[in-house]
């Protein structure tokens, strides 16, 4: 199981994208959702065993997200 401090830098990362897109935080709490739903569909990311995502993985997911 993971621990807090690594769950804390994955908000934290997941923010600062969010910040940089500008979304509302009613938007990246509705993203951080939406990242957790990609990992459970088999499409996470590749920062990790856990399929937690890159920075870069992250802004790629934004426009999917901004989508829906």
Do not use: H, W, Y
């Not at 979304?23 to 509705?30: A, Q, V």
Request: aromatic share 8%; net charge negative; charged share 45%.
């Amino acid at each position: 199981m993971r621990d807090e401090l690594s769950k804390k830098k994955d908000i934290q990362q997941v923010n600062a994208i969010a910040r940089e897109f500008n979304m509302t935080e009613e938007e990246r709490r509705e993203f951080r959702d939406f990242l957790e739903e990609e990992k459970a569909s088999g499409r996470g990311g590749t920062k990790n065993e856990c399929g937690d995502f890159t920075s870069e993985e992250l802004r790629r997911k934004v426009p999917d997200f901004l989508e829906l």
